[in-house]
């Protein structure tokens, strides 16, 4: 897809809040079942970063390319998974369904990140390129504001601030770094790849808040 359809989405905004919701804490309260499910984000980097699964190869949890750098998992295995390959829910779909639900037919690869203390994500971009097949969709439950010690610093320079339990379009073709300060609490975010068509866009427009 060109970047002509994406844009439609970014002349919004960059970080734009849709009106989908939950409360924080009954999401974060619900997840303590898988507890012991959390897997290793990317388990070839010594980083301190945890994922569990909404949607993945074959439904179950655990580690596997879900959790992993793509790009590095691909080239180690001979493999050829994309994002789009991710599309069986796990057990912990139903737990962040209301964000997910309306754009279930879109779906890719999603999961549900764990920054304990010290945690990050260096600088990146998340497509590099003149063609994009997907987009992000985040939802921040924990020490994700800067009053909390969590900081999501985009374009190098910029903190962003977020309503938890609010679902966000952003546009993660942009630099960011994610770091958690706290020297207690988790940074905790759902993360969504959402395949980029004319229906999926109008499907972001329409939770706009006008």
């Known amino acids: 897809m060109s970047f002509e359809l994406f844009n439609i ?3 919004y905004g960059d970080q734009v809040n849709l009106t989908v919701e939950e409360d924080p804490d009954s999401i974060l ?3 303590k079942q898988f507890d012991n499910n959390w897997s290793k984000y990317n388990p070839r980097k010594d980083i301190n970063r945890w994922g569990l699964s909404v ?10 390319p879900d959790l992993d750098s793509l790009y590095e998992y691909n080239k180690e295995n001979n493999t050829n998974i994309s994002e789009s390959d991710f599309i069986v829910p796990t057990p912990v779909y139903d737990i962040v369904r209301s964000y997910c639900d309306p754009f279930k037919k879109w779906l890719f690869r999603s999961h549900i990140l764990k920054l304990p203390p010290g945690g990050f994500f260096p600088n990146h971009v998340d497509n590099i390129g003149s063609t994009i097949d997907s987009f992000r969709l985040l939802v921040p439950l924990q020490t994700c504001n800067p009053l909390d010690n969590g900081y999501f610093i985009y374009e190098q320079y910029k903190i ?3 309503e938890y339990g609010s679902l966000y379009f952003l546009n993660t073709c ?5 770091f958690n300060a ?3 609490d988790d940074h905790i975010v759902l ?3 959402i395949k980029l068509t004319e229906e999926s866009v109008s499907t972001v427009l329409n939770l706009i808040e006008a």
């Open 9 to 11: 989405i970014t002349a």
């Open 29 to 31: 309260n619900n997840l």
């Open 55 to 64: 949607t993945n190869l074959d439904g179950t949890l655990g580690p596997g």
């Open 160 to 162: 962003l601030f977020w």
């Open 174 to 178: 942009k630099r960011h770094t994610i």
């Open 182 to 184: 706290n020297d207690e």
């Open 191 to 193: 993360i969504m790849n």
